[in-house]
């Protein structure tokens, strides 16, 4: 029994040693509440902490990561989505609870539902189908998020049966959900692209980071057609620094929410490891600079894995990159909503190239970006047209499309990021050189 006593308090101890400490501080800046947190190198633990930050729909304006041998150093100056630093203490005490909690592992799980995973190719009208298959199946669609980007489409939706309330646990009736919805994503006839559905009652998961991950194992990052150009607005450069056995990772591109966490994401389902790293926006740019290596400590070794690299990387800011009018609809769930409008939709030409859905007390709140057929900004007459037939006050315009620079600004913009890159490197290099950061070999 002494024994046993012993081994409980050495096992608290390793416990308090390993969780990691957070310190929440309003004082030390002007512009932004600084949240540092202190903890045990773990794979996945910046991934973590990132996205609580970032579910709770705050702004990383910069951060500092920096990891010395078995422990890491985070920094991360967040504000609110109008700029203004937190002074919400529910908001504080819940970042402080929930980042200590990742040690434990714990997750968010959406009971009560059935998870449907699906990927296939892209087309107008896709998303009407599939609401309409899954209205005529009886599903009543709960929450759901959907992503499209090089022509493929990827979505996570939670369901449950609209008579009784219940997850849709018969398997004839799940098999026939996957079928139909099968019969639907290959509509195109594509062999080469055949769509694949799951569905599943294990609803414990990240949605965002799901959507992450069926998109990579999708391949969405090479399905680039050739006569589609890269983004002028996302720049991502790799580059080996041999003296310390790292792969340098810059990200230059249009500020948004989330971003940190996207990029975050791919690279840790890649399964690189982040050393160190610096984030900066100023103004609507950011530039992110990464200093990686494999699980097993090594660096990039071919060209063909850095142009990977660079190809998922840039898939992954695209993905969430916004794309059209934002439209939210909000009204009072029902049976056949999401079929009805997303119909709507379909019948005056619009095509939806992101969508969110969610449903609390019987209120559907539901986000869609929407583009014409040729995917170019909406006429505002259309966009008027399709408000007033599914309800002015119920369907309203969030969010017009930022307006893109000027094609002759390229050339200037693209050596600006180029000067960023090379001194965000410069002065990571000069930090170890004088000792100031350590290295983890």
């Known amino acids: 029994m002494a024994m046993k006593g012993y081994l409980d308090e050495y096992e608290k101890l390793v416990i308090r040693m390993n969780t990691p400490r957070v310190v929440i501080d309003n004082g030390v800046c002007s512009s932004a509440t600084i949240v540092k947190v202190d903890s045990a190198r773990r794979n996945g633990i910046l991934l973590e902490a990132v996205q609580i930050l970032t579910d709770l729909n705050l702004s990383i304006k910069k951060a ?81 998020k959907l992503w499209t980007h090089n022509g493929r489409v990827a979505s996570v939706i939670y369901l449950r049966d609209c008579s009784s309330g219940l997850p849709i646990l018969d398997s004839q009736r799940v098999s026939k959900i996957e079928g139909r919805l099968k019969n639907v ?28 991950q069926l998109m990579f194992e999708d391949r969405d990052y090479e399905k680039r057609s050739k006569t589609q150009e890269r983004s002028p607005m996302v720049v991502v450069t790799v580059q080996n620094w041999a003296e310390k056995g790292y792969s340098v990772v810059n990200v230059h591109c249009r500020d948004r929410t989330k971003l940190l966490f996207d990029v975050v994401c791919t690279l840790t389902d890649m399964e690189y490891a982040v050393f ?22 090594s660096p990039i070794s071919s060209e063909a894995e850095r142009q990977r690299v660079i190809q998922c990387l840039e898939a992954a800011v695209e993905r969430r990159a916004l794309e059209g009018v934002r ?18 939709f379909r019948e005056n030409g619009l095509n939806v190239t992101r969508t969110e859905i969610s449903t609390s007390s019987d209120m559907a709140t539901n986000i869609f970006y929407v583009t014409d057929a040729n995917g170019d900004e909406p006429d505002s007459k259309l966009i008027e047209s399709v408000r007033e037939k599914i309800g002015l006050e119920c369907l309203r315009v969030k969010e017009m499309p930022t307006v893109n620079h000027k094609k002759g600004d390229g050339e200037e913009q693209q050596q600006t990021k180029a000067v960023l890159v090379s001194l965000g490197s410069l002065v990571w290099r000069n930090l170890f050189n004088f000792g100031l950061i350590k290295s983890c070999s």
């Open 185 to 212: 994503l290959n509509g195109d006839n594509d062999v080469n692209s055949a769509a694949k559905t799951c569905v599943s009652v294990d609803s414990m998961m990240h949605i965002e980071r799901r959507l992450h």
């Open 64 to 144: 500092y990561i920096s990891s010395d041998g078995r422990w890491n150093m985070d920094v991360f100056h967040v504000t609110d989505l109008n700029g203004n630093k937190l002074n919400d203490q529910s908001v504080l005490r819940y970042i402080e609870q929930s980042i200590e909690k990742v040690y434990y592992g714990e997750n968010i799980e959406v009971n009560g539902l059935t998870a449907l995973e699906l990927t296939g190719t892209d087309r107008i009208g896709l998303l009407s189908e599939m609401f309409a298959v899954l209205s005529d199946l009886n599903c009543d669609v709960v929450d759901a």
């Open 327 to 344: 439209l939210e609809l909000r009204h009072p769930d029902k049976q056949g909503l999401l079929a009805e409008v997303t119909r709507t």
């Open 276 to 297: 160190h790293a610096t984030i900066n926006t100023a103004d609507d740019q950011a530039h992110l600079e990464f200093y990686i290596r494999h699980k097993d400590g």
